[in-house]
């Protein structure tokens, strides 16, 4: 990395626990996004003036990535 007046940017700014933290929210907002939209749908509700159905296996795929990269975040750091 570069040095500013003799000191490291990536000291300053601590990338590597930065992307960690990243991932973590990420992965966080990937869990509570897919969950709340699926605890929804099983509540029997849906966005007012949406069409379409309802992917389940999407928004499990994406919950178990997102649980993925949670898992991921909190090890790394």
């Given at each position: 990395?570069?040095?500013?007046?003799?000191?490291?940017?990536?000291?300053?700014?601590?990338?590597?626990?930065?992307?960690?933290?990243?991932?973590?929210?990420?992965?966080?907002?990937?869990?509570?996004?897919n969950g709340f939209a699926v605890w929804q749908h099983h509540r029997g509700k849906k966005p007012e003036g949406e069409e379409g159905e309802f992917r389940a296996g999407r928004a499990y795929w994406l919950l178990a990535i997102g649980l993925i990269m949670t898992i991921w975040g909190l090890a790394s750091l």
């Amino acid at each position: 990395m570069s040095a500013v007046n003799g000191t490291d940017v990536a000291e300053i700014l601590d990338l590597d626990q930065l992307l960690a933290l990243m991932v973590l929210a990420i992965g966080a907002a990937m869990i509570l996004g897919n969950g709340f939209a699926v605890w929804q749908h099983h509540r029997g509700k849906k966005p007012e003036g949406e069409e379409g159905e309802f992917r389940a296996g999407r928004a499990y795929w994406l919950l178990a990535i997102g649980l993925i990269m949670t898992i991921w975040g909190l090890a790394s750091l």
